[in-house]
């Protein structure tokens, strides 16, 4: 097979498998990415997630993941949802969380795409991954030409805009290769404006120590730093606000993916259900969902602190 038919059947087996979008960078050091990390680190702006700083050269070069790695394959999967909380008193969690965990459903179509790839190009050296590893995702995703990064971070697509996981392939495959498209963001700085705890520093940076999704997940302190009592906008696990608000969201739609449904009872629970959540009942109605990293006694901790 030539470079061309590689990445097309690449793209047709994502597509099958699911994924909205696919893009194939050629793997290399991400120098200017490098950069910025290793000085938003300097910075502190990690918070207390001081695993961030641990595999830095792993983080920047694909080729320290996988020996011999000549090709990333960045996907997207849609997990946008129209549904939301029928309480609007209730303590919020973020929509990526509303169904099963995403690790789970998206490692489960890697695992078939693995297989395929394998099939097809016989005995080659591959890893995948979906936050799941010191690789800088949305920075994949950009040199793959799925987005651009927008001024809250986030990788956001031109068609779709930004709620999606992301994914990566990383292999010893050279293929016919996609290349960043520009900036979309212009003079806008909607998500910057809607922050209430002013977590977007900087353009493209984030300071972690302020961001509501840092202090309702990352965060495992015994308590949430009173500054942000009145700036959690009753958010219990994670932060929609800066995606909400973006203009390119807009043109979201709603994902196709039965395990991100949200179960009835999560929707209709009350503010008083939330707040009387006991220990079994977090366990039941949280089996396979991501809001388990944050632990029964974490979410508690929140939603006591969105009381204050």
């Not at 991400?30 to 001081?50: C, F, I, P, T």
């Not at 790695?69 to 939301?84: C, D, G, P």
Request: proline share 3%.
């Amino acid at each position: 097979m030539d470079d061309g038919s590689k990445s097309r059947f690449i793209k047709e087996t994502a597509y099958q498998l699911g994924f909205d979008f696919v893009g194939i960078a050629e793997a290399k050091f991400l120098k200017e990415d490098a950069v910025r990390l290793e000085k938003w680190l300097k910075n502190g702006h990690q918070g207390k997630m001081s695993y961030m700083a641990n595999y830095f050269d792993k983080r920047v070069d694909p080729q320290k993941l996988v020996e011999g790695a000549k090709s990333v394959i960045s996907l997207m999967y849609n997990y946008h949802t129209k549904r939301q909380q029928k309480d609007k008193e209730a303590p919020k969690i973020s929509k990526y969380a509303f169904g099963e965990d995403y690790h789970y459903v998206i490692k489960s179509k890697l695992k078939q795409f693995e297989k395929l790839i394998e099939k097809k190009f016989g005995d080659i050296h591959l890893r995948y991954f979906v936050d799941s590893a010191p690789i800088l995702d949305r920075a994949w995703a950009r040199e793959s030409g799925l987005g651009w990064i927008g001024k809250n971070s986030m990788l956001i697509n031109k068609e779709k805009g930004s709620e999606f996981f992301l994914a990566e392939i990383i292999l010893d495959v050279k293929m016919e290769y996609d290349g960043p498209i520009k900036d979309y963001c212009g003079t806008c700085t909607a998500c910057i404006d809607a922050c209430p705890t002013d977590a977007i520093e900087r353009e493209r940076t984030v300071n972690a120590e302020k961001c509501i999704s840092y202090l309702t997940i990352e965060l495992k302190d015994a308590a949430i730093p009173n500054e942000f009592a009145d700036k959690m906008n009753n958010w219990a696990f994670g932060c929609d606000i800066c995606q909400d608000v973006c203009p390119w969201n807009r043109f979201s739609t709603q994902n196709n993916e039965k395990a991100f449904n949200p179960s009835e009872r999560l929707i209709a629970m009350t503010k008083s259900d939330w707040e009387t959540l006991e220990k079994e009942e977090f366990n039941q109605l949280f089996k396979k969902s991501a809001v388990k990293r944050t632990k029964y006694a974490g979410l508690k901790r929140n939603i006591h602190f969105l009381k204050k």
